[in-house]
């Protein structure tokens, strides 16, 4: 019935969502607000379009992974999920309105100039809260510890042995050591709350045990070294698809591990890591460094080499870090990894890695197969992979390191 298709600009909020339906001729068909219903929201733009013919876009924030999900497989729109930081820069304008903005939403989705996000399907997102459940109570636990150090120090009392062993808890505890009735009264609390948050986390952690039981993606992520089962759950849930990065740099920008470029008339320099990204995924990886570094011989040579030419130690866990997670990028999406892109992990041979993506389930494997024909996709996509040009190979630049003087 619809042949031309039309695009539309959602502006979500708790109760209501402004809708804007645009033309290809730039062309506002209608921008009213309405219910937040994806059936309130169907009801007026199914008058412009129906199926594919509907493009919409709508910034992410809290709910609209489910809105959007209802309208993919309830009315089969293309639905893309913008970066609204990246949008807020766009505006031409300082003036802002419900109006204006679903039809910025719109215009861009038109000329696709949207910022598009990766939608991460339900298993992912259940896997995140699981997750950030989990941290928010360490997070927790770790304040109630500070408040035990702070105590302490604030009335002078010097305890023999750690707050957090045995010995010492029964030692604060005991009146001979400490007369003060309510330094007594705020320790003893404080100690059955961090008894309460441990119960609670090794809960959680359970739970997040069993609900990767079978994923492939976590088998495989626990046997590279230096990564435990919290680690192996918290890339899984805070990556996803490792595929969907197309270079391992782009993977170590979404980590928030890797240098800013300060780069000014032909002069092409670094500054300290980006200030974007996941702080929780950031700080996962930065332990996996301290661990690396500690108990690993190939990142161990590789800090003492930047430790020798002066660095910081800063600067090593954050150089380790970077140059593992695109190793690590490599080993999860080439099914036959070898040579320098292996040094560092342990050996897997073709068959175990086929295995564990043909046993994945269809909703943990990324949307290129191992076996599929050369394509570079859009990171930010949430559905079919949009097959793009790819650049022809150019040489690289001769490096031109500074003069000894």
């Not at 636990?141 to 029964?170: E, M, V, Y």
């Not at 739970?207 to 590279?224: G, I, R, S």
């Not at 011989?297 to 030419?309: E, I």
């Not at 046993?359 to 930010?380: F, L, N, Y």
Request: overall charge positive; some cysteine.
């Amino acid at each position: 019935m619809f042949k031309s298709p039309v695009f539309v600009g959602l502006d979500y909020h708790l109760h209501v969502i402004q809708v804007c339906v645009m033309d290809q001729t730039r062309k506002i068909l209608l921008n009213q607000s309405v219910g937040n219903s994806p059936d309130a929201v169907h009801r007026i733009v199914s008058l412009f379009g129906s199926g594919d013919n509907v493009k919409v876009a709508i910034e992410a924030s809290t709910g609209v992974a489910n809105f959007a999900e209802i309208l993919i497989s309830k009315y089969q729109w293309h639905v893309e999920i913008a970066h609204p930081n990246y949008v807020k820069r766009m505006k031409q304008t300082p003036d802002k309105s419900d109006w204006t903005d679903a039809k910025l939403l719109a215009d861009l989705t038109r000329v696709g100039y949207l910022p598009r996000v990766w939608l991460a399907p339900q298993y992912i997102r259940d896997l995140r809260d699981l997750v950030r459940h989990r941290h928010a109570f360490v997070q927790q636990r770790t304040q109630t510890k500070l408040r035990i150090r702070a105590l302490l120090r604030h009335h002078r009392i010097t305890c023999p042995h750690s707050p957090w062993t045995i010995k010492g808890k029964d030692w604060l505890l005991e009146p001979d050591n400490i007369s003060n009735v309510s330094v007594r009264l705020m320790l003893r609390n404080y100690y059955n709350t961090i008894a309460f948050l441990d119960k609670t986390i090794n809960e959680v952690v359970a739970e997040m045990e069993d609900y990767v039981a079978d994923d492939a993606v976590v088998k495989q992520l626990l046997q590279q070294p230096g990564i435990g089962i919290i680690t192996a759950i918290t890339l899984r849930a805070l990556v996803g698809h490792f595929d969907r990065f197309r270079t391992g740099k782009q993977l170590a920008h979404f980590c928030a591990v890797c240098p800013r470029n300060d780069s000014t008339a032909g002069k092409t320099t670094t500054s300290g890591i980006i200030k974007a990204g996941d702080e929780l995924l950031r700080q996962v990886l930065v332990e996996s460094a301290h661990r690396l570094i500690r108990y690993d011989p190939y990142w161990r040579a590789m800090a003492d080499r930047l430790r020798a030419n002066g660095k910081k130690p800063c600067v090593i866990v954050a150089a380790v870090a970077n140059r593992w997670i695109r190793k690590l990028f490599h080993q999860m999406c080439d099914p036959t990894p070898s040579g320098e892109a292996t040094e560092g992990f342990s050996r897997h041979d073709q068959k175990s890695n086929l295995e564990s993506v043909v046993e994945s389930k269809p909703s943990d494997v990324g949307t290129q197969s191992p076996q599929a024909p050369e394509v570079r996709c859009d990171r930010h996509f949430s559905g079919t992979a949009i097959p793009l040009p790819v650049a022809p190979q150019q040489s690289r630049r001769p490096f031109r390191g500074t003069k000894k003087v």
